[in-house]
Structures are given as C-alpha cells and as structure tokens.
C-alpha cells in the first residue's frame, strides 16, 4: 500500500501494516511537508487501516529529521488540488481505529494539525509544536483554529495561534497538546500507546466542547491581539475564528476557517511574507560559494566586554562554542561578567532556561585580562570603542599574537575594515560580523568581506550564522554597510519633515502605524544619541556644505540628552514611558524658523511614503555599488535589523508593489528639495524607465 508517486519518485507515504498495530510513515524530505502526493498518500493509507481487519491501531510517524512541518509553501502559489488537507486531516481522525501521531523534531502547521485530529499523541522531549500560519500571513486552513482550543482551551490557543511561538515537548505536555513524552524509543512508545487503546472508545479531539470566554473578555483579547500585529492582517482573524470554536460545530467552524484560509493564502500580505520566508533561506546562498569549505571554529575570542561584546559572547556560548572574553582592566571585565551572569539569570528566572543550563553556559566562557591568552582562538571578533584607530591598534596586536589562519573580525557598524585590515599581515583574513544589539537576541548578522578577504573566510561566517541561528547577509564595505546605511538616510528624511512642520512623535507614529515596531526616534532614544553623534562629529570635515544638514539632535545633545539612558532624548522618560517633551518642540520650531520654512501639517501618508521612498532609493544605490549581490539581501537586511514589516516583505519586494514610477517621482522631487544625496539612483531609474521589477 503506497501513494500514488511518479515512477522517478520515492514513496512518501508508506503503510507498513504490522499487526495489530501498523504505522503509517511519511518520508518527503526535507521537512515532510503534505505535498500533493503526501496528502494522496495519507489518505489511501488511511483507508487501508479502516479497512485492513488485522490492523486494529496505527501510528502516524515520519521519517528523517522531523515530523511533518507543515503544508507545502510552495504550492501556494498554484491553485490547491485534491485532496486538500482538511479532508485528509478529517479522515484521520475519523478512523474507526485509535491514531497515534509519533512526533519528532517539529509538528508545525498542517503538521501539528495532523497531530491534533489523530487519537493520541506521543513526542520526543525536543520535539516542538506551533502553529505559525499567522508568520506567513495566513491562519491555520486545516482544523488548528478548531480543534486546538478542544484539547487546550481557548486561552492557551489564542496565544499559540495568534503568535505563532513553537513550544517545547514539555510546555505541550503541560497544556495537553501532547500525551505523553517517549523515554527512549518514540515509535515504541507510540506502539505501546496504541496497543493500549485499542477496544476503548476513541477520543476525538474534534467531537470535543470548548468552554467559551466571557464576551467582554474575549472581545478585548481579540482587540489586543489586532494593536499587536501592528497591520498584519492575519492574527486578528486567527483570533475570530479561534473564538469561533466554542460556538460552531467542528464542521462549521473548519468550513469558515477554510475561506479564511484561502482568502489569506491570495493576499498581499500572504505573499509578501511567504518571500521573507524564502528571502531568509536564499540569503545564505551566494554565488560561487557553495563549493567553498569553510574554515573549522570551536574556540571564538571576543574583544570588548560592554554591551555588544557581551551580548555576542551569549550568543557564542548559547550555540556551543568555547568562549573567551579579554579586557583591558579588571573592572571592566568584572562588569562584563555581571552583564552575562545578569542575562542568564533573567531567562532563568523567566523559565526560559533551567538554572543547569546557565551554569553550563557560564562554564563555557573564560574571561582573561589583555589580548595574550587569546592565541589558541580559531576566531577572535572585536567588539571595542567605535574609533578607527583604536581598531586598527588592536588589529596590529591580534595579529602579532594570533597563529596564522586564526580569522580576525571586527564588529564594526559603519568603519571602512579595509583600513582595519590593512594594519595586519592577514587582509584576507579579516572580515566584518557585524552583530545587531542584543546580539544575543537579534537575528541579523551582517557579513561584511573587503576586496581581500578570501571565500573561505566568508563561508566560514555563514557557517558560523547557521551555527548560531542568525539570518547572515554578506554586502561589501561602504560607510554603514547595508542597514545602518539606510537608516541613516531615512533618520534624515524623518528630521526634514521636523523642519517642515511634524514633530518626533507625529513621525513616530505615523511610521509605527506603518507597521514599524518603533520610530526612529524612539529608537534613537533607546539607541543612545550619543554614538550618531559622534558619526557626524567624524564625518563633518567631509560633509558636502551645499547638503541640507539638520542640528536639532546635535543640540539635544549639547544638552545632554542622549535618550533613555539620560531620561531625555527626543522625548522625555517618567516611569519609563515616553512623553512629548515641549523642550524638543521649541528645538523644533526654532530649527523650522531658522531655516525660513513655514510649518504645516503632514499628514502621515506623507510620512509614511516619503521615508519609503528614501529607503527604496538608498538600497538602489546599494544594489547599484554592488554593495550587496540581490534586492532580496536589502529586504531581509531591513526586516530583520530594522523592523520594516515583513507583512510588506522588505522595501524592495514592497517597491515592486506599489510601483517603481510613483517611487521614482517622490524621490526627484526630495532630489529638487533636499539637494545633494537625494539624487535618485541610477538602477531605479532605469527600472522605472524599462518597467523592470526587483522580483520579475
Ligand atoms: N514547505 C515547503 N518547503 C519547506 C517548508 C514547507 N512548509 N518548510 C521548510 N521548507 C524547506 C525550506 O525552504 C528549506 O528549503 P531549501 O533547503 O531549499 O532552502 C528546507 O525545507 C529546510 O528548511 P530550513 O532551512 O528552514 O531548515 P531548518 O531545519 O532550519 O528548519 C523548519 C526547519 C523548522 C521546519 C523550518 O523550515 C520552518 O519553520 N518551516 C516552515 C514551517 C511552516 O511555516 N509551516 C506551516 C506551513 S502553512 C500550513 O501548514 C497551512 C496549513 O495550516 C494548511
């Protein structure tokens, strides 16, 4: 009994039909997703069981590294052919024999819907469950909405549902998403499960009641759920239909679940974030480089014990490698053990971690005084004061002391590391890992290669991401590099519009109802003023005079507000919540008459697509300097360092959207108004001109 796969294909459903119980086993790598073939497949074997006398319970396992994770992305695209998931998924769990789903690895979407309708469930201490439809813009279209709220109520489901968050084997156990943990064997455990059930009646996740929630309560939880997503359209609705399940029959409920389901899986947003999906695996795939060996790394050395130095070693020591941190005084490196036992204790006390685990962690990071005892590392990254010469001092000296193939990085965010390279006897092995603040938390790395580092020091950074779950993007040297580089035009964009009549927190918001987590100048606030100040400081000499300059976060920071750290920045902090500061709006008002400009409203569509449109234009230049090899790194670059929304899919795959024209016109008119920078970009303009797209 097999599915019905081409001749060239492996099976990827197969029965074997030990007796009295059989299993049922999926093998369609990589992830087991219920392609076409997969869903055929279950559904024959699914009737075989029904009607196979001698098997009297089955378990549904998979092959390879995981459980199935899910509906196929790929086929998304196409129109959805028979037989669709739900009915499989039904047909499982209507089985007149108990069902028993073996988990593994991860039961993600359709997967852990198939878990769900299935009889009982048995999982590996690591296997992990979600639902994380609502991540590609879509809810749950297979039973998710209606049977998870069955098994773990409608509380536990809205979460799971609404956030997407994967749990751990044991958070499911504890919500009743899961039966009971394998000790050793998963398949014989299920077995054993299964055995055990035959003869008593089945238990049917979907013939189960909800208990409702009160309507005051549920209808603010669903209006929370909506200000969360910040425009994403899909966790509001995810919500409706889980609150749904305590009112409509299984039948009705999956009915509307459906149409959610394919109306969600056509839509902008739906597709915007199945390219982020696509974009964050693609990124680690350049050209000319999947031949390429990386080097070996198990001892990293880490320069700098501040925040950033910190936040990296964390992240270091969370993946399993041998951590050294140096400083150059016995104070320093005392604050930045703190600083790291502080983080772990957190996640210990927010359950996060057990107190075992820390204490592993801790062990796995040494911490010595000076440079000297790092000379066994296989890498040795930087992470000290942002000043070139400081850098390049400390370069002169790694070099001295490393062994020659050790890689030297430097964690640099806007510093030309062709310069810092040019100190050592090693240019080719010196390279940019430039982390994003909390390093141990923040998913970007960028990889940043001069013109001499060689190909196996890049491999060896996308190793390195994959090893600690970062989404690495490798771009070439320019001032800022890919991200910070369009920030800080789009920070500039924001302080015209200051000028010509918002104020901080009109932008802020304007750019935060663009699904921003936060605007710029709350993040400057948060970020510290103090650092791009010292950016400008270093760059003046070289500043173009006939460039529009606004100084208003230069004398914010004469007064010493540097942000939240100070209690004032762009606004000022009681309690740690943000208020407009009158202080600022006379700094802003005085800048606008200074200028001889008249204030006016600005309404937040404005905002909203003139930053757009700064940013669609800086990252063209990017791409024209070859800085990056594809539009793709840019969006991946802006939605995992700087909170563009991915519902929007990254600037570029929104540009295509919106269209290049209206673009194009936006930006030379800020060119006729701003000046010198705002020039539009030569392949925006040819695109524009030739109807070309970003993603053809
Ligand atoms: N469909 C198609 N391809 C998928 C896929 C899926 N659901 N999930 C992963 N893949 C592909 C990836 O694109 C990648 O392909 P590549 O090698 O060509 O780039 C390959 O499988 C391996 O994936 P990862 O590189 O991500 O491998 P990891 O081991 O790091 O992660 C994973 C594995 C946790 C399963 C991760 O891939 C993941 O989160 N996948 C998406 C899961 C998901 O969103 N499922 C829900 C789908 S929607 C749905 O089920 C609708 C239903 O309700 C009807």
């Avoid at 789903?101 to 878990?115: R, S, W």
């Avoid at 491999?459 to 600690?468: E, H, Y």
């Avoid at 920045?569 to 919540?577: A, V």
Wanted: glycine residues 8%; hydrophobic residues 40%.
């Amino acid at each position: 009994m097999t599915a019905a796969a081409s001749p060239e294909q492996a099976e990827p459903v197969r029965l074997i039909p030990t007796a009295p119980v059989a299993v049922i086993e999926i093998d369609n790598p990589p992830v087991n997703a219920t392609s076409q073939t997969v869903r055929t497949g279950l559904l024959e074997a699914i009737r075989e069981v029904d009607r196979n006398p001698q098997i009297e319970a089955v378990v549904m396992a998979c092959a390879g590294r995981t459980f199935v994770a899910g509906a196929d992305i790929r086929e998304f695209g196409q129109s959805p052919r028979e037989p669709h998931l739900p009915d499989v998924i039904n047909a499982i769990e209507a089985c007149s024999k108990p069902v028993v789903a073996a988990i593994h690895g991860t039961a993600l979407g359709g997967g852990c819907e198939i878990a769900l309708a299935s009889h009982a469930r048995v999982a590996e201490p690591g296997a992990s469950f979600g639902l994380p439809e609502v991540k590609l813009g879509l809810v749950p279209g297979a039973g998710g909405t209606q049977r998870l709220p069955r098994l773990i109520g409608l509380e536990a489901a809205l979460d799971l549902v609404t956030s997407g968050r994967n749990v751990k084997a044991a958070e499911a156990l504890r919500l009743g998403l899961v039966d009971r943990l394998s000790s050793g064997d998963l398949r014989q455990d299920a077995i054993e499960l299964a055995r055990e059930l035959i003869g008593q009646p089945l238990r049917r996740t979907g013939e189960r009641p909800v208990a409702p929630m009160d309507a005051e309560a549920a209808s603010a939880k669903a209006a929370e759920i909506r200000r969360k997503a910040r425009g994403a359209e899909a966790p509001g609705k995810a919500a409706e239909l889980v609150l749904l399940s305590a009112s409509l029959p299984l039948k009705d409920g999956m009915a509307r679940e459906r149409e959610t389901f394919l109306e969600l899986r056509s839509s902008e947003q739906s597709a915007a974030l199945r390219h982020a999906f696509f974009a964050e695996r693609e990124v680690t795939r350049l050209p000319g480089l999947d031949s390429v060996e990386p080097r070996p790394v198990q001892k990293v050395g880490i320069v700098g014990a501040g925040t950033m130095g910190s936040g990296i070693a964390i992240a270091f020591a969370d993946a399993g490698f041998d951590v050294k941190v140096v400083e150059t005084s016995e104070q320093a490196l005392a604050a930045g053990q703190t600083r790291i036992a502080d983080v772990y204790d957190k996640q210990v006390g927010s359950g996060r971690l057990t107190a075992a685990a820390r204490d592993e962690r801790l062990r796995t990071i040494g911490y010595a005084l000076g440079t000297s005892s790092l000379s066994d590392r296989d890498l040795v990254i930087e992470a000290v004061f942002e000043d070139l010469e400081v850098k390049r001092s400390l370069f002169r000296d790694l070099d001295g002391i490393l062994p020659p193939g050790t890689i030297l990085a430097t964690n640099t965010s806007y510093l030309d590391i062709s310069l810092i390279a040019s100190v050592t006897s090693r240019p080719a092995d010196v390279v940019g890992l430039h982390f994003f603040s909390p390093a141990n938390v923040m998913k970007l790395l960028e990889i940043v290669r001069t013109d001499k580092t060689t190909a196996d020091v890049v491999a060896t950074g996308l190793s390195l991401a994959k090893r600690l779950r970062k989404i690495p993007v490798v771009c070439r040297v320019c001032d800022g590099f890919v991200g910070n580089r369009i920030l800080s035009r789009y920070r500039l964009q924001a302080e015209y519009l200051l000028e010509e009549g918002a104020l901080p927190h009109e932008i802020d918001a304007a750019l935060e109802a663009f699904g921003f987590p936060m605007g710029p100048f709350a993040v400057s606030d948060l970020a510290g003023l103090d650092i791009a100040w010292a950016r400008r400081k270093r760059l003046a000499p070289t500043r173009d005079p006939r460039e529009r300059y606004v100084d208003i976060a230069d004398r914010l920071c004469e007064a010493g507000r540097f942000g939240r750290k100070t209690g004032a920045g762009w606004y000022r902090y009681e309690g740690g919540k943000r208020e407009v500061d009158p202080f600022v709006t006379t700094l802003v008002e005085e800048s606008s008459q200074r200028r001889g400009l008249t204030r006016r409203r600005i309404p937040a569509d404005e905002i909203q697509s003139r930053i757009r449109a700064a940013i669609v234009n800086e990252a063209c230049k990017i791409l024209d300097e070859r800085i990056v090899e594809r539009p793709l790194d840019v969006d991946v670059v802006m939605m995992h360092g700087y909170g563009y929304p991915a519902w929007r899919g990254g600037p570029l795959f929104e540009a295509d959207r919106v269209g290049l024209q209206p673009i194009l016109a936006q930006v030379k008119e800020r060119a006729d108004q701003d000046g010198p920078g705002w020039e539009p970009a030569d392949g925006l303009v040819g695109c524009a001109a030739s109807g070309a797209k970003f993603y053809p």
